[in-house]
């Protein structure tokens, strides 16, 4: 009898420690998850963390408490530059990137992405938002690593309402106001994929023109009084300024959803949280006394908040000084994340891991971070900035960037001058003088195939509805010599379905239509009328650049065979029987299985 006892007792034990030992395996096991958060056009000043008087961004701060914040932290002057940078870890320019629309948004195919690298260690990857990175696949998400999208694809949109989105290729509309959207969507997804790993890439619309803003947010701005002492107030226009504090507010409420679902998941401790902008404010309003807004290689037009949040892992509230940059996200995810990987091509970045984990910012050499746009360079040590007319400045003393110092600091100018040099002859030869890669159409991996006007090249009368191409359609289509083309490449064979999205008023219906690529043609008739108002333009707060928005109705042209090759191909009209054919937003070619 004692002999049974004692046996029980160590059975019990033992299957007591085996259960904590595999308990304790599988936390030390189970991979850290990662959610990536950008916001689009919002500046450094623009959030209560870093001193704005007028918003308040208390989920946002609340990062920089619970982790690290970067002093200085800079990216591109523009959208997809920035997020090449990101996901490669590289200067955009390496990348192809070197424009925001007509396809120079496009990063290379021969390119590896933070993406990629974590979905091939096992992680569940999604991205929910703005992409801008190229939309016919493999330029796609879903060819760069993603495995869900839900967004859009372009430069930016020109609803925010409701708006036609796009969901792994398939055209959706969305529902609700559009960031609000894209987070419940990203809680879902963390929700649905809590017990793996996963890396959640949320690359927000907002505050990114045009100014449409719920009136809950709006309600509370519409009648702020904004400084008028700054430097920057005379250049200021006060509703933009207002309505990208709302649009900003509207952002930290999304942020705070994101991070109680975190927590109510009891993932804080298991993921790193990291939020940052992608260029300067795109306006003139408090960023800090900075020069320069979006577009400038100025200080304003890229330096960005960097806050990253780990709990237990990074220390909270600490401020890292060291001058980091966009390119170092990618190595210092992988750092972090203790992912083997080596790469072919020249990794630009730093991991930032030391001075995360290990603070040791004393030991951290200076390095210089370059920004291109446009013919500008300019170049930033940790104390100083070569501008892009070769000005030299004390970026501590003077952030306004008033005085000329290269005068009284010659080794330093020449050492900035020296890198710029160095730059510019290694790296920025590979800016191409003009994108000549063709619109990839039918991979063999992906059903959808979608071609938007920003795409397109119009010939004779035909109107592009704005000058800023990526959420533009065309219109004034009035003449059967009139056509639209694009560069494509066909990589496989097959029959799809041509889709036009379009509108058209009843006294314009009739028009015949045809598409063609090589030999292969198919005619179609406009017989369905569609007008359309321009959608919630009682929701923008202050006068777009962009195109508005229209309600667009798809039209099935029937199917057309598409041979592999490179061509030209062309939609144009046969007959025209009144004033004009349509006004045309996007072509949709779906392989029939």
């Known amino acids: 009898m004692i002999e049974k006892k004692w046996f029980v007792s160590i059975s019990v034990t033992l299957i007591f420690c085996l259960c904590i030992s595999s308990i304790v395996f599988d936390y030390k096991s189970k991979k850290t998850n990662v959610v990536l958060i950008i916001a689009d056009d919002q500046g450094w000043g623009d959030l209560s963390t870093n001193g704005n008087p007028w918003v308040k961004t208390p989920n946002i701060d609340l990062l920089a408490a619970n982790g690290a914040r970067f002093d200085r932290f800079y990216v591109s002057p523009v959208c997809s530059p920035t997020r090449a940078e990101i996901l490669t870890g590289r200067y955009h320019v390496r990348s192809g990137v070197w424009e925001t629309s007509a396809g120079a948004e496009r990063m290379d195919l021969d390119e590896t992405t933070i993406a990629e690298v974590l979905k091939k260690n096992g992680y569940r990857t999604a991205a929910f938002g703005k992409w801008h990175n190229g939309m016919q696949y493999p330029y796609h998400p879903l060819g760069r690593g993603f495995m869900e999208f839900y967004g859009f694809c372009s430069g930016h949109w020109g609803n925010y ?18 960031p609000d959207d894209l987070t419940n969507k990203a809680i879902e997804y963390i929700k649905k994929n809590k017990d793996k790993p996963f890396f959640v890439y949320l690359p927000y619309n907002t505050p990114h023109s045009p100014m449409q803003v719920p009136h809950l947010w709006w309600d509370k701005y519409k009648e702020c009084n904004l400084d008028t002492l700054q430097p920057y107030s005379r250049r200021e226009i006060p509703d933009h300024t207002r309505a990208a504090y709302a649009l900003t507010e509207n952002i930290d409420w999304n942020v705070g959803r994101l991070l109680n679902t975190l927590s109510k998941n009891k993932l804080e401790e298991n993921t790193i949280v990291i939020y940052m902008t992608d260029n300067g404010p795109n306006g003139h309003r408090w960023n800090g006394k900075m020069k320069g807004i979006k577009g400038s290689v100025d200080e304003g037009g890229i330096r960005s908040p960097l806050l990253i949040q780990w709990k237990n892992h990074i220390k909270n509230g600490i401020s890292i000084q060291p001058i980091a940059s966009a390119m170092d996200i990618f190595p210092t995810l992988i750092d972090l994340l203790e992912i083997k990987f080596e790469s072919e ?8 891991k030391p001075l995360l984990l290990h603070r040791n910012s004393a030991l951290w050499p200076d390095r210089h971070i370059i920004s291109y746009w446009k013919n500008k360079t300019s170049v930033r040590s940790q104390k100083y900035r070569l501008d892009g007319e070769n000005k030299l400045f004390d970026m501590y003393a003077d952030p306004s960037q008033t005085k000329d110092i290269a005068g009284d600091m010659p080794s330093v100018f020449q050492e900035m001058i020296t890198a710029k040099k160095k730059w510019e002859q290694e790296i920025l030869f590979e800016l191409p003088a003009k994108d000549l890669r063709p619109f990839i159409l039918c991979h063999p991996a992906f059903p959808y195939n979608q071609l938007p006007a920003r795409d397109a090249h119009s010939h004779g009368g035909i109107e592009r509805s704005n000058r800023f191409p990526n959420s533009s359609y065309y219109k004034n289509w009035k003449s059967i010599h009139d056509s639209l083309t694009w560069d494509v490449e066909v990589l496989e064979s097959g029959m799809y379905e041509a889709i036009l999205y379009y509108t058209c008023s009843k006294q314009n219906t009739g028009s015949t239509i045809q598409l063609s690529l090589g030999n292969s043609k198919i005619e179609s008739k406009v017989e369905r009328a569609h007008d359309s108002e321009y959608l919630n333009v009682d929701k923008d707060r202050y006068l777009r650049q962009e195109s508005y928005e229209k309600d667009f109705i798809p039209m099935s042209m029937g199917k057309i065979h598409l041979a592999k090759g490179k061509g030209l191909l062309r939609l144009k009209a ?6 004009e054919v349509m006004e045309f937003r996007m072509l949709l070619l779906n392989k029939i299985v």
């Open 161 to 178: 309402f409701s708006p036609l989105l796009e969901h792994n290729g398939k055209i959706i509309k969305g529902n609700g106001f559009l």
């Open 345 to 352: 091509k020249a990794i630009d970045g730093k991991s930032l």
């Open 574 to 579: 046969l007959s025209i029987p009144n004033r």
